[in-house]
């Protein structure tokens, strides 16, 4: 008999699937992973569309045969087949640097983005009217929430339909008090930040999905904080919706234009976000050199002196090592506050 499903969670070696086809006994089972999966190295995630074989209702065990294609797959944490980012950011100070990261890193998923601001009890109308304005402009509108006073989540919840959906955003925003508004038998703790770490409970590596109730799934992990954007320099155009629209009927005269003032380009300097790209585009060509690099270590000795290297020119990231640099990328980004 073969089943499919959805794996929920992942404990050890043990991965929680929910099946399409429920039996009356149970909708779950608990499987194992097929050594033919382990010998190939295909890991099984949550999010998972899995084939199931040998089921045994009684026991409420299951084997994982076959994991079907994954239409996108998030890495930390390991999530597949996400169908919508639930992004929070948090007045008084939202950060426009970091919410267009956490914007491109969407766009890059290619799922639906759903861009929330929450503690608007914090801040007055003109003040929410103006960032409003200023992200409409951006090329997405934003719902405004207030998870202590319940304002916005049943807008919210109406963006909220089957599939699977992950919640986003720097830590202190409120993400856990809104899993609690939306999940009320979840209870997760809020605010507090683990003392040993200094950062929040959330981020350890367990995730698991939850039902929403409306054939929604959510997954009750706030630890994806710090996405390091891993497109290629030529596709971060691409998740900007400022530069599609400008070059939609007018395009550049070369297709491998990055758009820093290079002949025939028809991508102004003149909108807001444009800092933001470039500074993504730097960070982008450093890793992509890196992983030249990494490829083809002898590209490094090769360097000529004034030669190719303009990738990695940025002072701060030449270090000794392709690790210590890995690691100062990461202390860059944990020192934008997104920890
Ligand atoms: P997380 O780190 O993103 O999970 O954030 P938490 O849910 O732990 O919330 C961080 C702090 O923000 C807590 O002290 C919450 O009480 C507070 N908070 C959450 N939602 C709101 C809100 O709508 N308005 C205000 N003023 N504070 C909120
Ligand atoms: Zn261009």
Redesign the pocket.
């Known amino acids: 008999m073969t089943l499919t499903g959805c794996v929920t969670a992942v404990q050890a070696n043990f991965y929680r699937v929910k099946l399409d086809q429920p039996q009356a006994s149970t909708d779950r089972l608990l499987c194992v992973r097929r050594a033919r999966l382990k010998k190939i190295g295909q890991q099984v995630c949550v999010g998972d569309r899995v084939v199931v074989t040998e089921p045994d209702w009684q026991g409420m065990r299951g084997a994982i045969a076959e994991v079907l294609p994954r239409h996108n797959f998030l890495e930390r944490p390991a999530i597949a087949n996400i169908d919508r980012l639930i992004l929070?950011f948090?007045f008084p100070e939202p950060d426009p640097m970091q919410i267009s990261r956490f914007l491109v890193y969407g766009e890059f998923l290619q799922t639906q983005v759903i861009l929330c601001l929450?503690?608007?009890?914090?801040i007055d109308e003109p003040t929410w009217q103006t960032w409003h304005a200023r992200l409409l402009d951006w090329g997405y509108d934003a719902i405004p929430?207030?998870?202590?006073?319940g304002?916005g989540i049943d807008r919210l919840k109406t963006h909220l339909g089957k599939g699977i959906g992950i919640l986003a955003?720097?830590?202190?925003?409120?993400?856990?008090?809104?899993?609690?508004r939306l999940m009320p038998e979840q209870q997760?703790?809020?605010?507090?930040?683990d003392p040993k770490y200094g950062r929040?409970r959330?981020t350890t590596r367990h995730v698991e999905l939850f039902e929403l109730g409306n054939g929604g799934q959510l997954a009750d992990s706030?630890g994806f904080l710090q996405p390091l954007l891993p497109m290629t320099p030529l596709a971060l155009g691409a998740c900007f919706p400022e530069i599609k629209r400008q070059i939609k009927t007018d395009r550049c005269e070369f297709s491998d234009c990055l758009h820093q003032g290079e002949p025939g380009c028809k991508v102004s300097t003149d909108w807001e976000r444009y800092s933001h790209y470039c500074q993504f585009l730097a960070e982008v060509q450093t890793q992509a050199s890196l992983r030249a690099e990494t490829t083809n270590p002898e590209a490094k000795t090769k360097t000529k002196k004034g030669g190719a290297e303009p990738l990695l020119s940025k002072k701060k990231y030449r270090r000794s090592s392709r690790r210590s640099l890995v690691q100062s990328l990461d202390q860059d980004l944990e020192g934008t506050g997104q920890t």
């Open positions: 929070v948090a929450n503690k608007r009890d914090l929430l207030s998870v202590e006073q304002e955003g720097p830590s202190g925003v409120g993400k856990s008090s809104l899993i609690n997760v703790p809020t605010g507090s930040v929040g959330h706030p």
